[in-house]
């Protein structure tokens, strides 16, 4: 089991930066792919960027694409969130996951299904304000 833990959460103004980052415990062999998820009061928890660790391979929802960039640093265990011109629609808990999802090729069609993840963060809030 690996333990994720986010920080980097906060409230700023419309237009605004954050960069969120999740501590994993120890790496997973099992774990080939890490995302950050996102869930607002009543809504859907929502997949917002993935990297797929065996590829090195990015992934963004529509919605973020051009203003968030995920990546890891495989050497500290962290995975990573630069959110830019952040607008009040991103306000939500921010979680960090992951999980396994084989085979590759189904990566781009599959990384935003929350079943492929097996591990979850506690979350970080972050507020947008307009």
């Known amino acids: 089991q690996v333990t994720l833990v986010e920080s980097g959460g906060g409230s700023v103004q419309a237009g605004g930066s954050l960069r969120l980052s999740c501590v994993a415990s120890r790496y997973s062999f099992s774990s080939n792919i890490m995302a950050w998820f996102r869930q607002a009061p009543g809504e859907e928890r929502e997949a917002v960027a993935a990297?797929?660790?065996?590829?090195?391979?990015?992934y963004y929802a529509d919605s973020v694409k051009g203003r968030f960039t995920i990546s890891l640093d495989n050497a500290k265990n962290t995975l990573y969130l630069q959110m830019n011109s952040l607008k009040p629609e991103d306000t939500a808990m921010y979680y960090c996951?992951?999980?396994?999802?084989?085979?590759?090729?189904?990566?781009?069609?599959?990384?935003?299904?929350?079943?492929?993840?097996?591990?979850w963060g506690q979350g970080t809030q972050v507020t947008v304000s307009s």
């Open positions: 996951a992951a999980g396994h999802l084989e085979p590759p090729w189904l990566v781009s069609t599959q990384w935003t299904s929350k079943t492929k993840y097996n591990n």
């Open positions: 990297f797929y660790i065996a590829g090195g391979i990015t």
